[in-house]
């Protein structure tokens, strides 16, 4: 349901965009990006997020450098990357959390996410 898109390899310092197609739904209290280094045991950690109310939030990692953002007219949500650092090298996933419920706390909370994508590669080299 949720398709990523827009991975790919940069050099440091570099910029990329990803996309994620998120069908328009009542029930989604937060959107997010997510991601997981390609380390053996390496936990999917939450990145950047979007509330329902257009409030957005990010993980320290990335503050300054990525934007997170939506376009209701095309469904889809974005991660603008920027100055790029190899560390950032991970696999991206974009996820929703969706309820019958209302929810107004932190958007950062990984383990609400219950739609995920497949993913998309971003390798950044030095």
């Known amino acids: 349901q949720l398709v990523e898109s827009g991975g790919g390899s940069v050099q440091a310092g570099g910029s990329l965009r990803l996309a994620c197609t998120v069908p328009?739904?009542?029930?989604?209290?937060?959107m997010a990006w997510f991601r997981q280094a390609p380390i053996p045991g390496a936990e999917r950690k939450v990145v950047a997020a979007l509330s329902s109310g257009e409030v957005s939030e990010y993980s320290d990692s990335v503050k300054g450098r990525f934007i997170i953002s939506k376009d209701n007219t095309k469904d889809t949500m974005y991660l603008q990357m920027n100055s790029l650092k190899p560390e950032d090298t991970a696999m991206y996933f974009c996820?929703?959390?969706?309820?019958?419920?209302?929810?107004?706390?932190?958007?950062?909370?990984?383990?609400?996410?219950?739609?995920w994508g497949q993913g998309t590669q971003v390798t950044v080299s030095s």
């Open positions: 996820a929703t959390y969706n309820s019958m419920e209302s929810y107004d706390g932190t958007c950062l909370t990984s383990a609400r996410y219950n739609n």
């Open positions: 328009a739904s009542i029930r989604i209290r937060c």
